[in-house]
Protein backbone atom coordinates (compact mmCIF):
# COMPACT_ATOMS: atom_id res chain seq x y z
CA UNK A 1 0.00 0.00 0.00
CA UNK A 2 1.42 3.30 -0.70
CA UNK A 3 2.72 5.46 2.10
CA UNK A 4 0.75 8.21 1.75
CA UNK A 5 -2.80 6.22 1.29
CA UNK A 6 -1.58 4.41 4.92
CA UNK A 7 -0.70 7.66 6.74
CA UNK A 8 -4.34 8.94 5.99
CA UNK A 9 -5.77 5.69 6.77
CA UNK A 10 -4.25 5.87 10.41
CA UNK A 11 -5.17 9.51 10.63
CA UNK A 12 -8.55 8.39 10.22
CA UNK A 13 -8.82 5.51 12.55
CA UNK A 14 -7.34 7.70 15.40
CA UNK A 15 -9.60 10.40 14.52
CA UNK A 16 -12.60 8.18 15.50
CA UNK A 17 -10.33 6.69 18.01
CA UNK A 18 -10.88 10.15 19.13
CA UNK A 19 -14.29 11.16 19.01
CA UNK A 20 -15.01 7.30 20.76
CA UNK A 21 -12.92 7.92 23.69
CA UNK A 22 -14.04 11.76 23.85
CA UNK A 23 -18.40 10.54 23.69
CA UNK A 24 -17.61 7.88 26.36
CA UNK A 25 -16.17 10.43 28.73
CA UNK A 26 -19.03 13.16 28.44
CA UNK A 27 -21.72 10.14 29.35
CA UNK A 28 -19.62 7.96 31.45
CA UNK A 29 -16.91 9.58 32.44
CA UNK A 30 -16.20 12.93 34.05
CA UNK A 31 -19.89 14.43 35.26
CA UNK A 32 -21.69 16.55 33.16
CA UNK A 33 -22.98 20.34 34.46
CA UNK A 34 -26.26 18.67 35.76
CA UNK A 35 -24.67 16.27 37.67
CA UNK A 36 -21.40 18.70 39.00
CA UNK A 37 -24.57 20.74 40.40
CA UNK A 38 -26.60 18.27 42.18
CA UNK A 39 -23.45 16.49 43.64
CA UNK A 40 -22.04 20.24 44.90
CA UNK A 41 -25.50 20.49 46.59
CA UNK A 42 -25.96 17.48 47.84
CA UNK A 43 -22.09 18.02 49.52
CA UNK A 44 -23.53 21.57 51.03
CA UNK A 45 -26.73 19.56 52.15
CA UNK A 46 -24.63 16.94 54.32
CA UNK A 47 -21.69 19.43 55.83
CA UNK A 48 -21.92 19.89 58.70
CA UNK A 49 -22.99 23.46 60.01
CA UNK A 50 -20.54 25.87 61.40
CA UNK A 51 -22.22 26.60 64.66
CA UNK A 52 -20.58 24.50 67.36
CA UNK A 53 -22.82 21.20 68.64
CA UNK A 54 -24.41 22.34 71.72
CA UNK A 55 -23.17 20.22 74.88
CA UNK A 56 -25.59 19.12 76.81
CA UNK A 57 -25.90 20.14 80.78
CA UNK A 58 -24.52 17.56 82.98
CA UNK A 59 -27.42 16.19 85.62
CA UNK A 60 -26.50 17.52 88.89
CA UNK A 61 -25.35 15.11 91.76
CA UNK A 62 -28.15 15.61 94.99
CA UNK A 63 -25.03 16.91 96.82
CA UNK A 64 -25.28 19.49 94.25
CA UNK A 65 -28.96 20.49 94.93
CA UNK A 66 -29.08 23.68 96.44
CA UNK A 67 -31.18 23.16 100.21
CA UNK A 68 -33.94 25.65 100.00
CA UNK A 69 -33.59 28.13 103.01
CA UNK A 70 -36.74 27.75 105.41
CA UNK A 71 -38.72 30.80 106.00
CA UNK A 72 -39.86 31.73 109.30
CA UNK A 73 -43.44 30.76 110.35
CA UNK A 74 -45.70 33.73 110.22
CA UNK A 75 -47.21 32.49 113.61
CA UNK A 76 -43.84 33.56 114.76
CA UNK A 77 -43.62 36.89 113.75
CA UNK A 78 -47.06 37.53 114.84
CA UNK A 79 -46.39 36.08 118.50
CA UNK A 80 -43.06 38.31 118.54
CA UNK A 81 -45.03 41.48 117.42
CA UNK A 82 -48.14 40.74 119.72
CA UNK A 83 -45.57 40.56 123.02
CA UNK A 84 -44.20 44.39 122.16
CA UNK A 85 -48.15 45.06 122.30
CA UNK A 86 -50.23 45.97 125.62
CA UNK A 87 -52.82 43.27 126.53
CA UNK A 88 -56.55 44.65 127.05
CA UNK A 89 -57.45 47.23 130.00
CA UNK A 90 -59.27 44.36 131.57
CA UNK A 91 -55.83 42.50 131.92
CA UNK A 92 -54.23 41.95 135.31
CA UNK A 93 -50.73 42.65 134.13
CA UNK A 94 -48.87 46.60 134.26
CA UNK A 95 -49.27 46.33 130.54
CA UNK A 96 -52.73 46.98 131.14
CA UNK A 97 -51.91 51.06 132.59
CA UNK A 98 -49.68 51.49 129.53
CA UNK A 99 -50.74 54.61 127.46
CA UNK A 100 -52.72 55.59 130.71
CA UNK A 101 -53.48 59.16 131.33
CA UNK A 102 -54.94 60.63 135.09
CA UNK A 103 -55.76 64.02 135.82
CA UNK A 104 -56.59 65.04 139.48
CA UNK A 105 -55.14 67.65 142.36
CA UNK A 106 -52.58 67.23 144.48
CA UNK A 107 -52.78 69.16 147.73
CA UNK A 108 -49.04 69.76 148.72
CA UNK A 109 -47.55 70.91 152.19
CA UNK A 110 -43.86 71.90 152.11
CA UNK A 111 -41.82 73.10 154.62
CA UNK A 112 -38.34 75.56 153.95
CA UNK A 113 -35.40 75.37 156.25
CA UNK A 114 -32.49 77.44 156.41
CA UNK A 115 -29.00 77.71 158.12
CA UNK A 116 -29.79 81.11 159.67
CA UNK A 117 -29.68 80.29 163.46
CA UNK A 118 -26.84 81.72 165.54
CA UNK A 119 -25.05 78.73 165.78
CA UNK A 120 -25.48 77.71 161.68
CA UNK A 121 -27.62 74.49 162.42
CA UNK A 122 -30.36 73.76 159.88
CA UNK A 123 -33.87 74.96 161.05
CA UNK A 124 -37.37 74.92 160.12
CA UNK A 125 -38.13 78.27 158.91
CA UNK A 126 -41.56 78.67 156.89
CA UNK A 127 -44.19 76.31 156.04
CA UNK A 128 -46.70 76.26 153.27
CA UNK A 129 -50.16 74.32 152.00
CA UNK A 130 -51.37 74.85 148.49
CA UNK A 131 -53.09 72.44 145.88
CA UNK A 132 -52.27 72.30 141.93
CA UNK A 133 -54.10 70.69 138.97
CA UNK A 134 -52.01 67.52 138.44
CA UNK A 135 -51.33 65.09 135.89
CA UNK A 136 -49.95 61.24 135.90
CA UNK A 137 -49.02 59.64 132.13
CA UNK A 138 -48.03 55.67 132.14
CA UNK A 139 -46.45 54.14 129.18
CA UNK A 140 -44.44 51.44 128.25
CA UNK A 141 -40.74 51.54 129.58
CA UNK A 142 -38.64 53.49 127.80
CA UNK A 143 -35.76 52.21 125.67
CA UNK A 144 -32.39 54.20 124.98
CA UNK A 145 -29.80 52.27 122.96
CA UNK A 146 -29.51 48.81 123.79
CA UNK A 147 -31.29 49.00 127.36
CA UNK A 148 -34.61 49.03 128.54
CA UNK A 149 -36.29 50.91 131.77
CA UNK A 150 -36.31 47.65 134.16
CA UNK A 151 -40.06 48.99 135.70
CA UNK A 152 -42.99 47.64 134.57
CA UNK A 153 -44.12 50.97 133.36
CA UNK A 154 -42.61 54.69 132.74
CA UNK A 155 -44.19 56.99 134.44
CA UNK A 156 -44.05 60.93 134.44
CA UNK A 157 -45.83 62.96 136.81
CA UNK A 158 -46.37 66.64 136.97
CA UNK A 159 -47.78 69.07 139.77
CA UNK A 160 -48.51 72.83 138.66
CA UNK A 161 -46.22 74.32 135.81
CA UNK A 162 -42.58 74.05 135.66
CA UNK A 163 -42.85 77.90 136.20
CA UNK A 164 -44.34 77.83 139.13
CA UNK A 165 -43.49 78.08 142.70
CA UNK A 166 -44.63 74.40 144.68
CA UNK A 167 -44.27 72.78 140.88
CA UNK A 168 -43.16 68.74 141.15
CA UNK A 169 -41.93 66.61 138.43
CA UNK A 170 -41.34 63.14 139.09
CA UNK A 171 -39.84 60.76 135.90
CA UNK A 172 -39.27 57.61 136.50
CA UNK A 173 -36.60 57.53 133.17
CA UNK A 174 -35.50 59.18 130.17
CA UNK A 175 -33.10 59.16 127.45
CA UNK A 176 -30.18 61.38 126.91
CA UNK A 177 -28.33 61.81 123.54
CA UNK A 178 -24.29 61.78 124.57
CA UNK A 179 -21.18 61.46 122.51
CA UNK A 180 -20.95 58.38 120.14
CA UNK A 181 -17.34 57.57 121.26
CA UNK A 182 -16.54 57.07 125.05
CA UNK A 183 -12.97 58.59 126.81
CA UNK A 184 -10.47 55.87 125.18
CA UNK A 185 -12.65 56.55 121.61
CA UNK A 186 -14.47 53.06 121.35
CA UNK A 187 -18.24 53.53 119.55
CA UNK A 188 -20.83 53.61 122.10
CA UNK A 189 -24.94 54.30 121.10
CA UNK A 190 -25.28 58.23 122.08
CA UNK A 191 -28.95 57.22 123.23
CA UNK A 192 -28.34 57.23 126.87
CA UNK A 193 -30.64 55.51 129.47
CA UNK A 194 -31.09 57.32 132.46
CA UNK A 195 -33.47 55.46 135.38
CA UNK A 196 -34.15 57.39 138.09
CA UNK A 197 -36.91 55.50 139.77
CA UNK A 198 -37.20 51.89 141.44
CA UNK A 199 -40.69 51.35 140.77
CA UNK A 200 -43.03 48.06 141.94
CA UNK A 201 -46.69 47.94 140.82
CA UNK A 202 -49.13 44.77 141.93
CA UNK A 203 -52.58 44.04 142.59
CA UNK A 204 -53.03 48.07 141.61
CA UNK A 205 -50.63 48.50 144.44
CA UNK A 206 -47.67 51.14 143.93
CA UNK A 207 -44.45 51.12 146.08
CA UNK A 208 -41.88 53.71 143.69
CA UNK A 209 -38.39 55.09 145.30
CA UNK A 210 -36.12 57.64 143.88
CA UNK A 211 -33.00 55.87 143.63
CA UNK A 212 -30.94 58.14 141.28
CA UNK A 213 -31.20 61.50 140.70
CA UNK A 214 -28.26 61.26 138.15
CA UNK A 215 -26.48 64.77 138.73
CA UNK A 216 -23.59 63.55 138.15
CA UNK A 217 -24.89 63.21 134.25
CA UNK A 218 -26.44 66.71 134.99
CA UNK A 219 -29.88 65.37 133.62
CA UNK A 220 -31.56 65.97 136.39
CA UNK A 221 -35.44 65.87 135.67
CA UNK A 222 -36.80 65.18 139.72
CA UNK A 223 -37.33 68.40 140.49
CA UNK A 224 -39.54 70.72 142.76
CA UNK A 225 -39.55 74.25 142.00
CA UNK A 226 -39.34 76.91 145.09
CA UNK A 227 -38.10 80.24 145.16
CA UNK A 228 -35.13 81.08 147.67
CA UNK A 229 -34.12 84.28 148.42
CA UNK A 230 -32.52 87.03 147.10
CA UNK A 231 -30.09 87.74 149.95
CA UNK A 232 -29.43 84.65 152.54
CA UNK A 233 -30.86 85.02 155.87
CA UNK A 234 -32.36 88.22 154.89
CA UNK A 235 -36.13 87.51 154.06
CA UNK A 236 -36.98 91.23 154.43
CA UNK A 237 -34.99 91.83 151.13
CA UNK A 238 -37.52 89.49 148.90
CA UNK A 239 -37.20 86.60 146.76
CA UNK A 240 -35.96 85.74 143.33
CA UNK A 241 -38.91 86.10 140.79
CA UNK A 242 -40.02 82.41 139.07
CA UNK A 243 -38.97 80.11 141.86
CA UNK A 244 -35.86 77.94 141.92
CA UNK A 245 -36.03 74.72 140.46
CA UNK A 246 -34.48 72.17 143.32
CA UNK A 247 -33.30 68.25 142.63
CA UNK A 248 -34.95 65.86 144.70
CA UNK A 249 -33.11 63.49 146.59
CA UNK A 250 -32.80 59.40 146.27
CA UNK A 251 -35.15 58.31 148.83
CA UNK A 252 -38.20 60.23 147.71
CA UNK A 253 -40.72 58.09 147.69
CA UNK A 254 -44.65 57.38 145.62
CA UNK A 255 -47.13 55.08 147.22
CA UNK A 256 -50.76 54.29 146.92
CA UNK A 257 -53.23 52.36 144.69
CA UNK A 258 -52.92 52.63 141.17
CA UNK A 259 -54.95 50.96 138.89
CA UNK A 260 -56.73 51.00 135.26
CA UNK A 261 -59.80 53.36 136.62
CA UNK A 262 -57.92 56.11 138.70
CA UNK A 263 -54.79 56.73 141.62
CA UNK A 264 -54.73 57.93 145.24
CA UNK A 265 -50.88 58.21 145.94
CA UNK A 266 -49.08 59.85 148.38
CA UNK A 267 -45.30 61.16 147.97
CA UNK A 268 -43.05 62.52 150.25
CA UNK A 269 -39.13 63.24 150.10
CA UNK A 270 -36.84 66.48 150.35
CA UNK A 271 -34.31 68.29 147.83
CA UNK A 272 -30.69 67.57 147.57
CA UNK A 273 -29.28 70.41 149.23
CA UNK A 274 -31.70 70.04 152.39
CA UNK A 275 -33.54 73.04 151.77
CA UNK A 276 -37.27 72.13 151.43
CA UNK A 277 -38.98 69.06 152.52
CA UNK A 278 -42.36 68.22 150.97
CA UNK A 279 -45.30 65.91 150.78
CA UNK A 280 -48.33 65.54 148.85
CA UNK A 281 -51.83 63.31 147.79
CA UNK A 282 -52.84 62.44 144.35
CA UNK A 283 -56.17 61.90 143.58
CA UNK A 284 -56.69 61.36 139.97
CA UNK A 285 -59.39 59.74 137.54
CA UNK A 286 -58.19 57.48 134.28
CA UNK A 287 -58.94 59.57 130.90
Known sequence: MPTDIRVRLVATVCAGLLCASLAGCGKHGAPTA???????????????????????????????????????????ATTAAASQEPVSAGGSGASALWGRAYSGTASISVDIYDYCSTDGSRRLADSRTY?????????RPRTGGDQTENNPFSMLFAAGNSSQAGAVSFWSSSVSTV??????????????????????????????????????EAVVLNLLNWPGLLVACRSDLGQ?????????????????????????????????DGVVAFKFTFDGTAS
Open 240 to 272: MPGGFPHALAAGTTFTGRLDSSGASLTAAGSTT
Open 131 to 139: SMNSTLDLN
Open 34 to 76: DASTASAGTLASAAPSSAPASTPEPTPSVSDVATPTPTPATEE
Open 179 to 216: SSQDLAGNYRDPNLLLTYWDIDWSDGELDARLTDPHAR
